[in-house]
Nanobody, 124 residues
Framework: VQLQASGGGLVQPGGSLRLSCTAY????????IGWFRQAPGKEREWVSC????????DYSDSVKGRFTISRDNGKNKAYLQMNSLKSVDTAIYYC??????????????????WGQGTQVTVSS
C-alpha cells in the first residue's frame, strides 16, 4: 500500500503546477483524499481535500480560488492544480488518503495513508 506524490518543481511567481497523487496496492474509490504542505521551519498544514462519494471539495483560506483538487478513480489518481502561485506556497506537498466514504473529507491529519511528498518552490 503506497501513495506517491509527484509533479513538484521550480516555478516563477504567478505560474502554475499540477501535482499528482497515485495510489498503489489499493483503490481510491472509497477514500477521502487530502493535500497538505510543510514549509521550512513551519508545521504541516492542511491545504485541500475531496470526498469519496460526491467529490465535495474544501480548501484552506490561503489557497481558495487559486488551487483546485480533483480525482480520477479510474486512474487511481488525485490531482492538485495550483495557479497564481506565490512565494509563500513554497513547501513540500503531501497527499494523503483516508478510508472515509461519504460526502465530507477530513481537514485534520487523521488520514491513514501518506505519500512521500514533492517539493514545490516558487521563486523568480
Amino acid at each position: 500500500v503506497q501513495l506517491q506524490a509527484s509533479g513538484g518543481g521550480l516555478v516563477q511567481p504567478g505560474g502554475s503546477l499540477r501535482l499528482s497523487c497515485t495510489a498503489y496496492g489499493f483503490g481510491l474509490d472509497y477514500y477521502a483524499i487530502g493535500w497538505f504542505r510543510q514549509a521550512p521551519g513551519k508545521e504541516r498544514e492542511w491545504v485541500s481535500c475531496i470526498s469519496s462519494a460526491d467529490r465535495s471539495t474544501d480548501y484552506s483560506d490561503s489557497v481558495k480560488g487559486r488551487f483546485t483538487i480533483s480525482r480520477d478513480n479510474g486512474k487511481n489518481k488525485a490531482y492538485l492544480q495550483m495557479n497564481s502561485l506565490k512565494s509563500v506556497d513554497t513547501a513540500i506537498y503531501y497527499c494523503a488518503a483516508d478510508p472515509l466514504y461519504g460526502n465530507s473529507c477530513p481537514t485534520s491529519s487523521r488520514y491513514k495513508y501518506w505519500g512521500q511528498g514533492t517539493q514545490v518552490t516558487v521563486s523568480s
